[in-house]
């Protein structure tokens, strides 16, 4: 199995799980998840390269969009900063393109968000969440929002449940 990770810290709380799935190719642009998985045994990782962001710790760019064009994934696990009705959202636009694009490579695409994201909305939208297979967040997202997105036929999966 090959498994996209984007940048974040959201996208760094998966890595304990991966390391039990192995064999496991990790394709990543974020630097948490590079040093904590690389040199395990079982793990193959493809390191995207780019312009490094302090701020995201991670890789963006030319040169991480370029590598990703050439590159497919059975899963890619996304996170976000805002999401508001069906529309996830970042404040950045520096990572828009990196972030569309392992959307677009990707087989099977999840969106990892934590409860206090919804409700919020940033400066560029990032996509629709039909774009995703399903929305994992925690299990104190606010009724009615887990029910208004259950309605608009988004899949939504609970992290501390599964």
Same mark, same amino acid.
């Given at each position: 199995?090959?498994?996209? =990770?984007?940048?974040?810290?959201?996208?760094?709380?998966?890595?304990?799980?991966?390391?039990?799935?192995?064999?496991?190719?990790?394709?990543?642009?974020?630097?948490?998840?590079?040093?904590?998985?690389?040199?395990?045994?079982? =793990?193959?990782? =493809?390191?995207? @390269?780019?312009?490094?962001?302090?701020?995201?710790?991670?890789?963006?760019?030319?040169?991480?969009?370029?590598?990703?064009?050439?590159?497919?994934?059975?899963?890619?696990?996304?996170?976000?900063?805002?999401?508001? @009705?069906?529309?996830?959202? $970042?404040?950045?636009?520096?990572?828009?393109?990196?972030?569309?694009?392992?959307?677009?490579?990707?087989?099977?695409?999840?969106?990892?968000?934590?409860?206090?994201?919804? @409700?919020?909305?940033?400066? $560029?939208?990032?996509?629709?969440?039909?774009?995703?297979?399903?929305? =994992?967040?925690?299990?104190?997202?606010?009724?009615?929002?887990?029910?208004?997105?259950?309605?608009?036929?988004?899949?939504?999966?609970?992290?501390?449940?599964?």
């Amino acid at each position: 199995m090959t498994v996209m =990770i984007d940048d974040g810290s959201t996208s760094q709380t998966v890595v304990p799980f991966l390391a039990n799935l192995r064999p496991l190719s990790v394709i990543t642009n974020n630097l948490a998840v590079i040093d904590a998985l690389s040199g395990m045994a079982g =793990i193959d990782m =493809i390191a995207l @390269g780019g312009a490094f962001s302090r701020k995201f710790n991670g890789f963006f760019g030319v040169l991480t969009e370029r590598a990703l064009t050439g590159l497919r994934a059975d899963v890619a696990l996304l996170s976000t900063s805002a999401v508001n @009705g069906r529309a996830a959202f $970042h404040q950045d636009q520096e990572v828009l393109e990196v972030k569309r694009l392992m959307i677009a490579c990707a087989a099977r695409r999840y969106l990892m968000v934590d409860h206090g994201k919804f @409700g919020r909305s940033a400066g $560029h939208l990032l996509a629709d969440l039909s774009a995703f297979d399903a929305v =994992i967040t925690t299990d104190t997202l606010p009724a009615h929002q887990a029910a208004a997105l259950l309605a608009g036929g988004i899949g939504l999966r609970f992290a501390d449940r599964e």
